[in-house]
């Protein structure tokens, strides 16, 4: 099977060699301009990344499969082309889960052991001491048992802390180093916890999942951390509930940057990143680039993608 590829992202020559090399005797075509894509996609096979693709899938003639540089599939899937597409479309799962982990831990470190509020005080010119918290003496539920999850389960466990995975269908893994509970029963555990992390997609299901009901069951001194989705969290809900939890770290929001007004600019127990749990990378070295690679072979070889997402899920 010989087709065209196009390849949406600023990319180096060893990447597209490598493209190539994956894919004999193909086409592989970089676009850098939305003009290019528009022109592009109409007789393309494969389109790799997400710059100009909802823009430009219109024009799309023969597009069988679309390759995503994101986990996350709610901003693809909120366009109707999108949703509807007769292509398959696969994520870049797995690519980020230790980055992503690796942030989460620092949220909850930073706040567990008052590293924020220190450096407040010491910009005041304070000197203040308190009470901590240490991981071994915490119970965490982390909704979310993909890639993320389970790395951010890892850690926390590494650490002495005991975990407890939240997901839609608990029986899915046999084996599992944490105890693995359904949705229903995480949210009904919630006034257990001391700390809550949220490393969901969002769907229609998990949208607003932590709602004024969810977030008041939050016990006080509780700590929630959330790296994904903005759309998670009921805002104005949280908002209300600042003052008696432990902590708060957000690294999404449901609009980014947020207003100058904004609660999580000001208030002292959130601690506020700038999406960058899944920082920026180099415009010419990106972590997706071995899967890309991967993935092409396979198509090109004619077997499926991996990482391919169901529609109908959101994921």
Same mark, same amino acid.
């Given at each position: 099977?010989?087709?065209?590829?196009?390849?949406?992202?600023?990319?180096?020559?060893?990447?597209?060699?490598?493209?190539?090399?994956?894919?004999?005797?193909?086409?592989?075509?970089?676009?850098?301009?939305?003009?290019?894509?528009?022109?592009?996609?109409?007789?393309?096979?494969?389109?790799?990344?997400?710059?100009?693709?909802?823009?430009?899938?219109?024009?799309?003639?023969?597009?069988?499969?679309?390759?995503?540089?994101?986990?996350?599939?709610?901003?693809?899937?909120?366009?109707?082309?999108?949703? *509807? $597409?007769? /292509? @398959? !479309?696969?994520?870049? =799962? +797995?690519?980020?889960?230790? &980055?992503? #982990?690796?942030?989460?831990?620092?949220?909850?470190?930073?706040?567990?052991?008052?590293?924020?509020?220190?450096?407040?005080?010491?910009?005041?010119?304070?000197?203040?001491?308190?009470?901590?918290?240490?991981?071994?003496?915490?119970?965490?539920?982390?909704?979310?048992?993909?890639?993320?999850?389970?790395?951010?389960?890892?850690?926390?466990?590494?650490?002495?802390?005991?975990?407890?995975?939240?997901?839609?269908?608990?029986?899915?893994?046999?084996?599992?180093?944490?105890?693995?509970?359904?949705?229903?029963?995480?949210?009904?555990?919630?006034?257990?916890?001391?700390?809550?992390?949220?490393?969901?997609?969002?769907?229609?299901?998990?949208?607003?999942?932590?709602?004024?009901?969810?977030?008041?069951?939050?016990? *006080? $001194?509780? /700590? @929630? !951390?959330?790296?994904? =989705? +903005?759309?998670?969290?009921? &805002?104005? #809900?949280?908002?209300?509930?600042?003052?008696?939890?432990?902590?708060?770290?957000?690294?999404?929001?449901?609009?980014?940057?947020?207003?100058?007004?904004?609660?999580?600019?000001?208030?002292?127990?959130?601690?506020?990143?700038?999406?960058?749990?899944?920082?920026?990378?180099?415009?010419?070295?990106?972590?997706?680039?071995?899967?890309?690679?991967?993935?092409?072979?396979?198509?090109?070889?004619?077997?499926?993608?991996?990482?391919?997402?169901?529609?109908?899920?959101?994921?």
């Amino acid at each position: 099977m010989i087709g065209k590829v196009v390849v949406s992202y600023p990319c180096d020559v060893t990447h597209l060699a490598n493209l190539q090399a994956c894919a004999p005797g193909w086409q592989i075509v970089p676009v850098s301009s939305e003009q290019q894509a528009l022109r592009e996609f109409e007789d393309a096979d494969v389109v790799l990344g997400n710059p100009h693709f909802i823009q430009a899938l219109p024009f799309a003639r023969r597009l069988k499969w679309m390759q995503s540089n994101s986990v996350g599939m709610d901003l693809l899937l909120s366009s109707e082309r999108v949703r *509807t $597409g007769d /292509f @398959l !479309i696969s994520n870049a =799962r +797995g690519v980020y889960d230790n &980055e992503l #982990a690796d942030h989460t831990l620092a949220m909850i470190l930073s706040l567990l052991r008052g590293i924020t509020a220190s450096e407040r005080n010491r910009l005041a010119g304070l000197w203040h001491r308190r009470a901590l918290v240490s991981i071994e003496d915490t119970h965490t539920l982390v909704f979310g048992y993909g890639g993320v999850g389970r790395e951010v389960c890892r850690r926390l466990r590494l650490m002495g802390g005991r975990v407890t995975a939240v997901r839609r269908q608990p029986d899915v893994d046999a084996v599992s180093e944490v105890p693995i509970i359904g949705l229903n029963e995480g949210l009904a555990r919630l006034p257990q916890a001391d700390i809550v992390v949220l490393a969901l997609p969002l769907t229609a299901e998990t949208e607003n999942l932590f709602d004024r009901k969810n977030i008041a069951a939050l016990p *006080t $001194g509780c /700590f @929630l !951390i959330n790296v994904s =989705r +903005g759309g998670l969290i009921d &805002e104005q #809900a949280l908002e209300s509930a600042l003052d008696r939890l432990g902590g708060v770290g957000l690294d999404c929001l449901r609009e980014e940057p947020p207003p100058s007004g904004h609660w999580a600019w000001r208030h002292p127990g959130v601690l506020l990143t700038p999406h960058v749990g899944r920082a920026p990378e180099s415009p010419t070295c990106r972590r997706f680039y071995s899967l890309f690679e991967h993935n092409l072979g396979r198509w090109a070889s004619g077997q499926s993608p991996v990482n391919l997402i169901d529609r109908t899920l959101g994921y």
